[in-house]
């Protein structure tokens, strides 16, 4: 959002970085977007690969944000924004954190018991919204413990039964078909 009065722009992630967001500099110009592709098309031959970054990659297997795999762009972190003056300077502010939420409201005092009981309560209505419909509703199972807790729960609260989905492969290092 490009702000008139401060001739500032304003760049945010949403709170838990489901959506990249990639921005920085190239060949003297202020980029910004949510594919690197769409960077990559225009500026290819001014860009170049980090070597930080692909360490980084072949590490740990990805990019850790706020890294990115290419000379100076960088990943906005999740739940901030960016405000970038005129003179492409960024300044990044955290606007929403998890652990303030939790530290925010009071911390649980019940019982183990009653914690167990009140997530199976808040997992049922929160399944329960996501499958309300018209047609037969269906499950995709991994071989963890949350595919299989979602599925139990959908055929709880399901009025019919519900159909589970799996892939399953050749290589065992990879299948999880038996566990689903």
Not at 16 to 27: A, D, T
Not at 30 to 54: G, P, T, W
Not at 113 to 136: C, G, R
């Amino acid at each position: 959002c490009w702000d008139r009065a401060k001739k500032c722009l304003y760049l945010a992630r949403d709170r838990f970085g489901e959506k990249p967001l990639f921005y920085g500099k190239v060949n003297g110009d202020f980029v910004f977007a949510s594919e690197l592709k769409a960077i990559v098309v225009n500026y290819k031959d001014q860009m170049s690969v980090s070597r930080q970054s692909l360490a980084a990659f072949i590490r740990f297997g990805h990019v850790p944000t706020p890294h990115c795999i290419y000379k100076d762009l960088w990943k906005l972190p999740q739940g901030t924004y960016a405000t970038v003056d005129q003179s492409y300077d960024v300044k990044i502010t955290k606007y929403w954190d998890p652990r303030a939420i939790v530290l925010k409201n009071d911390p649980f005092q019940g019982s183990y018991d009653e914690a167990i009981s009140l997530l199976d309560q808040k997992l049922t209505e929160a399944v329960a919204l996501q499958v309300s419909a018209d047609v037969p509703v269906g499950s995709f199972l991994s071989g963890g413990v949350d595919s299989s807790t979602i599925s139990a729960i959908m055929q709880k609260v399901s009025g019919r039964k519900i159909d589970t989905f799996s892939i399953g492969f050749d290589d065992p290092k990879y299948n999880e078909a038996e566990y689903a």
